[in-house]
């Protein structure tokens, strides 16, 4: 083998490098086709859970007391006219905020009209629908967290 064939043959290591960095362009536009998916799934989801035309009137009303400033479990299950699993439900899987005071929950006022507002739409029927709206709630959140980093990094760097 001559010298300049030597040369010109390609190294291992430098086959390794560059198949490394093939792999990881690869990975980046999977990353970014999968958040793509999980945006379209979850949009697809929310609109399978919107349902009826929304000039109608909400399917959950609420009309609080004005001398009340918080609800417990019970109260507040008798007021929505569901039963205090459901209740629970919607706490465990983040769509309606409380208060723990020992054992006891309690909910305040202007959580249960946000929670009515966000969600007086929503089929939530059954535990399962529950925690896809609670799921599609953290994915939202996720989305505008992410939004929120990169307008900033975006800032300081300009």
């Known amino acids: 083998m001559t010298l300049s064939a030597i040369r010109d043959k390609p190294k291992p290591l430098d086959d390794y ?3 490394i960095r093939q792999a990881s362009a690869m990975l980046s536009q999977l ?7 999980n945006d379209a799934l979850a949009e697809v989801d929310h609109i399978q859970f ?3 035309d929304p000039a109608k009137e909400p399917k959950i009303n609420f009309a609080p007391s004005k001398k009340k400033m918080f609800y417990s479990t019970e109260e507040l299950a008798d007021e929505l006219g569901v039963d205090n699993r459901k209740i629970g439900w919607l706490r465990k899987y983040g769509l309606l905020r409380a208060v723990q005071i020992g054992k006891a929950y309690r909910y305040y006022v202007t ?4 929670f009515v507002r966000q ?3 929503y089929d939530l029927s059954n535990e399962e629908k529950i925690e ?3 799921a599609l709630q953290r994915v939202r959140r996720q989305k505008e967290e ?3 980093r990169r307008t900033s990094k975006q ?3 300009r």
């Open 119 to 121: 969600y007086g739409d």
């Open 50 to 52: 919107v349902t009826g």
């Open 155 to 157: 800032q300081r760097l």
């Open 146 to 148: 992410k939004e929120k």
């Open 111 to 114: 959580d249960i009209e946000d």
């Open 17 to 19: 490098l560059d198949k």
């Open 132 to 134: 896809m709206a609670g």
């Open 31 to 37: 990353q970014v086709m999968a958040e793509r998916c």
